[in-house]
């Protein structure tokens, strides 16, 4: 009861923002009911088709392309078991279904009581995973209360959000203290998680699954298939600044075309990170003097050369992760204001050279281990960017010895799949009793 009052003062304060992004933008209008009141018996049917299942919950892209190596491993593993996908965005939401399949995947509930409880009443999963740090009050408490273990993999908390955990210990300590099993990313985030309530026999240290997941391979139809789409030519050098938000693409544009003049090899591609942007950035591209080549468009370069005038912009969801492979320079946005950071790990999977901002606090292990073991740069501002992209074209053994690095890193890390894959095992062969709430 207690959740749900928060949670209605939480909508009465954002709900003129809400209202603005649904009428200009069309967000959070798609699956209203189902994040309201919680899924119906007839749509539960439809994905279990009446069985157990196991539930995971991704909430946007990141988590979704987290999540997919275990799902898949799970359905293998258990093929008479549905294993389902619940997200929170559109974006999160399209790519799902693009991986598994419009029958796995529905919208996550709201954390409101009623909507939880029709959601699990009509699912009864036997097991609920949530993906890094969704800790919600109602659906962790009403999953257990249900009988179903709750885990949390690829778990991190950052030692501010501990800190706000930690203030409202009265509230918060027993949604910690209920979950069945925390596969934590570092020894750290087991430290804070311990500290905000979890049971110490319940935390492990897996490591990373990012780092399991981080393409390797160039050879692969996704990557080929969009380097001939752009019409890349065996001597072109590609820069790809891929999860930009706002500042970030006008920062890489100004960049690009102090140097495109003096290298003729270098090409860029822009991956903005949200979809209501991609006009915006369009428009950007275009103001600044520059033809944009829209991903959308479907129209393919391949019959005609790629010229430095001409910017890609991959305006389309889920694809990031192939462009990467596309390119020998990367920068990963959302690390030059307040955001936090996004995945470095892909383009450093690759080889790639690649540089980040300052803020990579979202990635803060990871991003620190690249650049100490000379796997990545991190770039203070717009100057040192293009001393960065300069440096990478002027000398490419260096760029390719940051590649080497990056890809040495990976492979020291790995393994975190399988350790969270053999826990979760454990929780279903167990008895769930054994992990009923105390």
């Not at 980040?356 to 990871?366: L, S, W």
């Not at 992209?389 to 002027?394: A, K, M, N, Y």
Request: charged fraction near 20%; aromatic fraction near 8%; proline fraction near 3%.
């Amino acid at each position: 009861m207690f959740a749900n009052l928060i949670y209605f003062a939480a909508l009465l304060l954002v709900s003129p923002v809400v209202l603005y992004r649904m009428v200009r933008h069309g967000r959070y209008r798609r699956g209203v009911r189902e994040k309201v009141l919680g899924l119906s018996a007839s749509h539960a049917r439809n994905l279990s088709a009446g069985k157990r299942c196991i539930w995971i919950h991704a909430v946007s892209v990141g988590e979704v392309n987290l999540v997919r190596g275990v799902a898949m491993r799970l359905q293998q593993q258990h093929p008479d078991t549905p294993v389902l996908i619940s997200t929170s965005t559109d974006t999160g939401y399209d790519l799902a279904i693009r991986l598994f399949g419009a029958q796995r995947v529905f919208f996550c509930p709201l954390d409101f009581s009623w909507a939880v409880a029709r959601a699990i009443r009509n699912l009864n999963p036997q097991l609920l995973l949530l993906a890094e740090l969704e800790l919600w009050p109602n659906l962790i408490r009403m999953t257990r209360d249900h009988g179903c273990p709750v885990m949390v993999i690829n778990a991190r908390l950052s030692e501010s959000s501990a800190n706000r955990y930690q203030r409202f210990g009265a509230f918060t300590r027993r949604t910690f203290a209920r979950l069945s099993w925390v596969g934590c990313q570092n020894e750290a985030t087991a430290s804070r998680f311990l500290k905000c309530g979890s049971n110490p026999d319940r935390l492990e240290v897996t490591g990373s699954i990012k780092f399991d997941d981080a393409p390797t391979s160039r050879d692969t139809v996704e990557v080929q298939s969009r380097q001939q789409w752009a019409g890349v030519d065996p001597w072109n050098r590609v820069w790809v600044g891929g999860s930009t938000g706002p500042g970030e693409e006008a920062m890489v544009i100004r960049v690009y075309q102090s140097l495109r003049s003096s290298h003729h090899q270098l090409r860029l591609v822009l991956v903005p990170r949200h979809v209501e942007r991609f006009d915006a950035v369009a428009k950007l591209v275009e103001q600044s003097g520059l033809k944009v080549h829209r991903r959308s468009t479907g129209k393919s370069r391949n019959q005609s050369s790629w010229e430095s005038d001409t910017v890609v912009l991959v305006d389309t969801i889920g694809e990031l992760r192939h462009w990467w492979g596309v390119s020998q320079i990367a920068t990963v946005g959302g690390s030059f204001g307040d955001r936090g950071g996004q995945n470095m790990l892909e383009p450093a999977g690759y080889g790639s050279a690649v540089s980040f901002g300052p803020d990579t606090r979202n990635f803060k292990e990871i991003a620190n281990q690249l650049v100490a073991e000379g796997g990545a740069a991190r770039v203070a501002d717009e100057s040192e960017l293009r001393q960065f992209v300069t440096r990478c074209l002027d000398d490419i053994p260096a760029a390719d010895c940051l590649g080497r690095n990056a890809r040495r890193v990976i492979g020291q890390h790995q393994g975190a799949k399988e350790r969270t894959l053999a826990s979760i095992e454990a929780t279903l062969q167990s008895d769930d009793t054994h992990f009923r709430a105390a």
